[in-house]
């Protein structure tokens, strides 16, 4: 019942506004409709610019630890302390969440010194530890279940983390649509096998390649301005609103 009143409202609306590429082609195949993409938009937030750091470095993940995304972060703490204890390498992954995981997840997360769950953040006090990062992560779970409710939703963390010209590392399956879009465009560096060695092989290329990060730090700035612009974004919006009572082109 729910399908069936989804298609009469694609089919009664002028305009549908999908958040990315995928959702749209798959929506329009499905569902029928004419669609038109706006993404997820980011405010300027001016960080300094990123430097190597020949130090500690520092992994940050700020966002929700559900649809079992807490196993996979739990996959590159081992990997930070496996590097550490076979090479030397020195990182450490700080987890933020709003909402408080549990008893188990808190466990995989919290393994001293190389990665921790440190709660809630606000927004100024997001904004001071991405200062800090040397590379922002972004996960989604493996399991096909997880995949499928993820597959066409490109997260909100992403248009924030490329606004703040730090190195995205990301990990998560090829065929969700924020690992695709991070893909297509050359925005980080990836890993999309679940597969232990796999997910440690990326970590030490983050760790070890000072000058990938930067690049990556202001290649993502740059796509932001362009593509994630809150202001072009909003201008969009109201241009397909204001259109609405006119025929569509696909």
């Known amino acids: 019942r729910l399908k069936r009143a989804f298609q009469w409202a694609c089919l009664y609306s002028t305009r549908i506004i999908a958040i990315g590429d995928k959702m749209a082609h798959e929506y329009r195949s499905r569902f029928g409709g004419n669609y038109f993409v706006a993404m997820n938009s980011s405010e300027r937030l001016c960080l300094p610019r990123y430097r190597p750091s020949n130090e500690t470095i520092k992994f940050i993940y700020a966002g929700n630890l559900g649809l079992d995304r807490w196993k996979v972060l739990a996959l590159i703490a081992d990997s930070l302390a496996e590097l550490y204890d076979e090479e030397g390498l ?63 939703s490109v997260s909100t963390k992403i248009p924030e983390y490329l606004a703040s010209g730090r190195c995205i590392f990301a990990v998560g399956p090829s065929d969700v649509a924020s690992m695709e879009y991070l893909a297509d465009n050359d925005l980080g560096i990836l890993s999309i096998s679940g597969d232990k060695q796999d997910v440690k092989r990326a970590t030490r290329e983050v760790m070890i390649n000072g000058h990938k990060r930067m690049y990556y730090a202001q290649k993502g700035l740059d796509f932001a301005r362009k593509r994630h612009n809150a202001e072009d974004v909003a201008l969009s919006m109201m241009q397909i609103i204001s259109n609405a009572n006119y025929p569509a082109a696909y």
Do not use: C, M, Q, W
């Not at 995989?108 to 927004?123: D, E, V, W």
């Open 90 to 152: 020195k990182g450490e992954l700080s987890v933020y969440s709003l909402i408080d995981p549990g008893r188990h997840a808190r466990s995989a997360l919290n393994k001293s010194p190389y990665s921790f769950f440190k709660g809630a953040l606000n927004t100024e006090e997001l904004i001071k530890v991405k200062v800090d990062a040397d590379v922002l992560v972004h996960v989604e779970a493996f399991d096909r279940k997880n995949r499928h409710i993820t597959r066409l």
